[in-house]
T-cell receptor, first 116, second 113 residues
């Protein structure tokens, strides 16, 4: 158990809909990272938040957005869903915004999204 | 940005044999290279990592080597066991990428009893 929690575990929805994925980082961690894992694209970085502020952005679609709340949990919002958005979505957390000082990223169990 | 290539995509070994997975990276400023193991239905689990000030790191049956000049790093698993069967991912981070991990494409390792 990495200490990172994600809900829900599974999500089935229809094209055009909007969903929200939730992530709680490990106790004491201030930074949250979101990744998407699909068969054709592999594991790809989407976005990072640190202490409530957006820190870095990857190949995140405009239809996707995220935020980190004062209690440090983060939500990833996916809207106007398409079939190709079906994937596993993982979050990871660290204490600092980078990976210096011996830090590493611990991943949650993921949310499996299926868009029909 | 960083690009990480991983080979082979599949690897099949007999129990007790060694397994080697290789990765190359493109950004010479990258300085952190973790390896993750992912079992079916689970999130990636860190198994070992190495930073650019070290050439080799070992943890029981698992070792990682890093060649900064050639920009490649490798995972070595000795005395493989069936429970080592999983998908293994290498990644790179640091430098211009800072905290984000750039992953290789993954290697499906199968250990036959």
């Amino acid at each position: 158990d990495s200490g990172v929690t994600q809900t829900p575990k599974h999500l089935i929805t229809a094209t055009g809909q909007r969903v929200t994925l939730r992530c709680s980082p490990r106790s004491g961690d201030l930074s949250v990272y979101w990744y998407q894992q699909s068969l054709d694209q592999g594991l790809q970085f989407l976005i990072q938040y640190y202490n409530g502020e957006e820190r870095a952005k990857g190949n995140i679609l405009e239809r996707f957005s995220a935020q980190q709340f004062p209690d440090l949990h983060s939500e990833l919002n996916l809207s106007s869903l398409e079939l190709g958005d079906s994937a596993l979505y993982f979050c990871a957390s660290t204490q600092t915004p980078g990976l210096a000082g011996g830090e590493t990223q611990y991943f949650g169990p993921g949310t499996r999204l299926l868009v029909l | 940005g960083e690009n990480v290539e991983q080979h082979p995509s599949t690897l099949s070994v007999q129990e007790g044999d060694s397994a080697v997975i290789k990765c190359t990276y493109s950004d010479s400023a990258s300085n952190y290279f973790p390896w993750y193991k992912q079992e079916l239905g689970k999130g990636p689990q860190l198994i070992i990592d190495i930073r650019s000030n070290v050439g080799e790191k070992k943890d029981q049956r698992i070792a990682v080597t890093l060649n900064k000049t050639a920009k490649h790093f490798s995972l070595h698993i000795t005395e493989t066991q069936p429970e080592d069967s999983a998908v293994y991912f290498c990644a790179g981070a640091g430098g211009t990428s800072y905290g984000k991990l750039t992953f290789g494409q993954g290697t499906i390792l199968t250990v036959h009893p």
